[in-house]
């Protein structure tokens, strides 16, 4: 009887989890009506802020995601961020037979250290990629990449480390190519770096990061890789899995030759205790602490702990890259949807939203999660669209199934037709694809004048503007 009846999907957030879902949504019910609703009038989420700019081939995703959106049922509306400040999370429920949160992570994990949030030159790795990507709200973030000391620090050791340890050491011509934002190129041609150093807190086998972020900075042309000290780092690597075998390889293989113009090293075994300022400007980082730590007896050394020795690293700039967070959307909480606020994830069982209670999950009606926001800041692309799919064949077996949805059965949800009214009493302006496209053709345009593929808007005046 479900499958005639028209169902009606908001998707919060248009990153690759939301259209990955909304495609498996078409693929298996074509009749379905989605509404995918985005804070930024700009879609596509990490795929276009995250994503490095030297990885073109990466955002080939786009492609499939433009389709989706083409879709005759199926409406985009950008500019619109779901929380009580703009369009309640309250407004979506009465006219939506389901919803699915796929929103991401938009904050950044800090390390609450002494000197974190008081010295300038710290910054978070998400503002510093969000920055040279174009995300508005980190345009003028403005690094000091002039520093004399040239150095800068990495804490983190996943493939976003490596990602901004690269845009800091690759050749400006290089990044010229691509689709990286004009005054982030500006800027990194002034720069004075000339040496990056990648701290981590575990050993070179607990590192998050894979061989082809590895191998890139290895190929990258005059910049040189300190070698890892032969006491830290596996020599004979015959009996490691494969994966980790090739990675360790890579990083004891180095670079043909160390010193070069430009360095970068791996360091392991440390964690951070304090940001510090000996330099004439009391404002200003000059070095970090580091408190050596060694691997825990029967862990795998996967757990570490403090060896109560010390050592200050040097360096004006730093980037924290801990990791990416998710929070609730504001009035979610108070719609009754569990949010595990320790792992930053929204509470679900396979992606249905879902209670924790003593005697097991309770789902809640309606709701879905995936991507990010479902199973932590951590997974590839590829990673987020097997989840997408998963979430997207759950709405649809579910809703051909009977399971309870929003509403009563039989009532007639109208989706975007009736939260318009909403949205426009508050005084919003909705973005629709035709007006992405409109952005999309101009930013390509400004591109093409100066021999990129893009050049992107960097405030959401400008990209309004366009529209
Ligand atoms: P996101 O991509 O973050 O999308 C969430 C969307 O929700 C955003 O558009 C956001 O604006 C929107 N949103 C947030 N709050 C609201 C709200 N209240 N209302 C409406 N909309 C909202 N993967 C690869 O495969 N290859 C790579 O090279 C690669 N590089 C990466 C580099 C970086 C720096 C990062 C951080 C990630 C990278 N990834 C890469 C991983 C990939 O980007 C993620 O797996 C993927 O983007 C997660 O998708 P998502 O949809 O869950 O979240």
Not at 125 to 136: H, I, Q, S
Not at 169 to 198: C, M, N, P, Q
Not at 319 to 329: D, L, M, N
Not at 337 to 355: H, Q, S, Y
């Given at each position: 009887q479900r499958a005639n009846a028209p169902f009606r999907l908001a998707i919060i957030g248009s990153g690759p989890s939301g259209f990955y879902t909304a495609y498996r949504v078409q693929s298996k019910l074509p009749t379905a009506r989605i509404d995918m609703y985005e804070a930024l009038p700009v879609p596509f989420g990490l795929v276009r802020f995250g994503v490095a700019p030297d990885h073109p081939e990466v955002k080939?995703?786009?492609?499939?995601?433009?389709e989706v959106a083409r879709h005759p049922n199926f409406t985009y509306i950008g500019n619109t961020p779901i929380g009580s400040e703009s369009l309640p999370f309250s407004a979506l429920l009465p006219n939506y037979n389901a919803v699915l949160l796929s929103y991401g992570a938009s904050k950044?994990?800090?390390?609450?250290?002494?000197?974190?949030?008081?010295?300038?030159?710290?910054?978070?790795?998400?503002?510093?990629?969000?920055?040279?990507?174009?995300?508005?709200?980190?345009?003028?973030?403005?690094?000091?990449?002039?520093?004399?000391?040239g150095k800068a620090v990495v804490i983190g050791q996943g493939n976003v480390a490596l990602d901004v340890a690269r845009?800091?050491?690759?050749g400006v011509d290089e990044l010229r190519k691509t689709d990286i934002t004009e005054y982030a190129l500006e800027a990194l041609s002034k720069s004075k770096i000339k040496e990056v150093e990648v701290v981590g807190r575990r050993g070179p086998l607990q590192a998050a990061f894979t061989i082809k972020e590895v191998r890139e900075l290895m190929t990258l042309p005059s910049v040189g890789f300190e070698p890892v000290p032969p006491s830290i780092i596996p020599q004979d690597t015959s009996a490691l899995p494969r994966a980790?075998?090739?990675?360790m390889d890579t990083i004891n293989k180095g670079t043909k030759s160390y010193p070069l113009e430009k360095n970068w090293k791996l360091s392991f075994f440390s964690s951070p205790t304090e940001f510090l300022s000996s330099s004439p400007n009391p404002d200003q980082l000059s070095h970090i602490r580091f408190e050596k730590t060694a691997p825990v007896e029967?862990?795998?050394?996967?757990?570490?702990?403090?060896?109560?020795?010390?050592?200050?690293?040097?360096?004006?700039?730093?980037?924290?890259?801990?990791?990416?967070?998710?929070?609730?959307?504001?009035?979610?909480?108070?719609?009754?949807?569990?949010?595990?606020?320790?792992?930053?994830?929204?509470?679900?069982?396979?992606?249905?939203?879902?209670?924790?209670?003593?005697?097991?999950?309770?789902?809640v009606p309606g709701m879905y999660t995936t991507g990010w926001v479902r199973r932590g800041p951590?997974?590839?692309?590829?990673?987020?669209?097997?989840?997408?799919?998963?979430?997207?064949?759950?709405?649809?077996?579910?809703?051909?199934?009977?399971?309870?949805?929003?509403?009563?059965?039989?009532?007639?949800?109208?989706?975007?037709?009736?939260?318009?009214?909403?949205?426009?009493r508050i005084g919003l302006k909705a973005v629709h694809w035709?007006?992405?496209?409109?952005?999309?053709?101009?930013?390509?345009?400004?591109?093409?004048?100066?021999?990129?593929?893009?050049?992107?808007?960097?405030?959401?005046e400008d990209m309004m503007a366009v529209v």
């Amino acid at each position: 009887q479900r499958a005639n009846a028209p169902f009606r999907l908001a998707i919060i957030g248009s990153g690759p989890s939301g259209f990955y879902t909304a495609y498996r949504v078409q693929s298996k019910l074509p009749t379905a009506r989605i509404d995918m609703y985005e804070a930024l009038p700009v879609p596509f989420g990490l795929v276009r802020f995250g994503v490095a700019p030297d990885h073109p081939e990466v955002k080939f995703c786009i492609n499939k995601f433009d389709e989706v959106a083409r879709h005759p049922n199926f409406t985009y509306i950008g500019n619109t961020p779901i929380g009580s400040e703009s369009l309640p999370f309250s407004a979506l429920l009465p006219n939506y037979n389901a919803v699915l949160l796929s929103y991401g992570a938009s904050k950044d994990k800090t390390l609450n250290l002494p000197g974190e949030s008081t010295l300038s030159g710290i910054h978070s790795a998400r503002a510093f990629v969000g920055w040279y990507n174009g995300l508005p709200e980190h345009r003028d973030l403005n690094p000091n990449l002039e520093g004399n000391d040239g150095k800068a620090v990495v804490i983190g050791q996943g493939n976003v480390a490596l990602d901004v340890a690269r845009i800091l050491l690759t050749g400006v011509d290089e990044l010229r190519k691509t689709d990286i934002t004009e005054y982030a190129l500006e800027a990194l041609s002034k720069s004075k770096i000339k040496e990056v150093e990648v701290v981590g807190r575990r050993g070179p086998l607990q590192a998050a990061f894979t061989i082809k972020e590895v191998r890139e900075l290895m190929t990258l042309p005059s910049v040189g890789f300190e070698p890892v000290p032969p006491s830290i780092i596996p020599q004979d690597t015959s009996a490691l899995p494969r994966a980790k075998k090739r990675l360790m390889d890579t990083i004891n293989k180095g670079t043909k030759s160390y010193p070069l113009e430009k360095n970068w090293k791996l360091s392991f075994f440390s964690s951070p205790t304090e940001f510090l300022s000996s330099s004439p400007n009391p404002d200003q980082l000059s070095h970090i602490r580091f408190e050596k730590t060694a691997p825990v007896e029967g862990t795998n050394g996967d757990k570490v702990v403090g060896t109560g020795e010390y050592k200050d690293v040097y360096a004006s700039l730093a980037f924290r890259s801990i990791g990416y967070k998710s929070e609730p959307i504001s009035g979610m909480i108070e719609a009754g949807i569990p949010f595990d606020e320790k792992k930053g994830v929204v509470c679900n069982t396979l992606g249905r939203v879902a209670k924790p209670t003593p005697e097991g999950d309770i789902q809640v009606p309606g709701m879905y999660t995936t991507g990010w926001v479902r199973r932590g800041p951590t997974g590839i692309i590829a990673s987020t669209m097997m989840d997408a799919f998963d979430a997207g064949d759950n709405i649809v077996n579910d809703w051909l199934g009977g399971v309870e949805f929003l509403g009563k059965e039989g009532d007639v949800r109208m989706g975007w037709e009736a939260v318009k009214r909403e949205h426009s009493r508050i005084g919003l302006k909705a973005v629709h694809w035709s007006d992405w496209d409109k952005i999309d053709k101009a930013e390509k345009e400004r591109g093409m004048k100066i021999g990129k593929e893009r050049e992107k808007f960097g405030t959401e005046e400008d990209m309004m503007a366009v529209v």
